[in-house]
Nanobody, 115 residues
Framework: QVQLVESGGGLVQAGGSRRLSCKSSVSLFSLSAMNWYRQAPGKQRELVARVTTGGTTDYADSVKGRFTISRENVKNSVDLQMNSLKPEGTAVYCC?????????WGQGTQVTVSS
């Protein structure tokens, strides 16, 4: 069983930055994948970024060059640094992990980008 708690959401102006954090109840070294998804109102859920146990990262084209996912092993968290935010980035952001072959989801944190 894994508990995930996201934090860092809020209101930010377009062009601004925000850092999201997803704290895991188990060591990151026990997880085989760590991802950030987002879902905007009326739209499908989108995979924003992922990082593997080995540190390989991957990003949606829409956020490449602006977002950075990182493993914070000491804090047992997976962070998402979001720069140059756009209004279309308004969404609920959720982290997910894979632990012993099973997916776990956090409750999500709202990010609102004002124009």
């Amino acid at each position: 069983q894994v508990q995930l708690v996201e934090s860092g959401g809020g209101l930010v102006q377009a062009g601004g930055s925000r850092r999201l954090s997803c704290k895991s109840s188990v060591s990151l070294f026990s997880l085989s994948a760590m991802n950030w998804y987002r879902q905007a109102p009326g739209k499908q859920r989108e995979l924003v970024a992922r990082v593997t146990t080995g540190g390989t990262t991957d990003y949606a084209d829409s956020v490449k060059g602006r977002f950075t996912i990182s493993r914070e092993n000491v804090k047992n968290s997976v962070d998402l640094q979001m720069n140059s935010l756009k209004p279309e980035g308004t969404a609920v952001y959720c982290c997910t992990v894979v632990f012993v072959g099973k997916d776990y989801w956090g409750q999500g944190t709202q990010v609102t980008v004002s124009s």
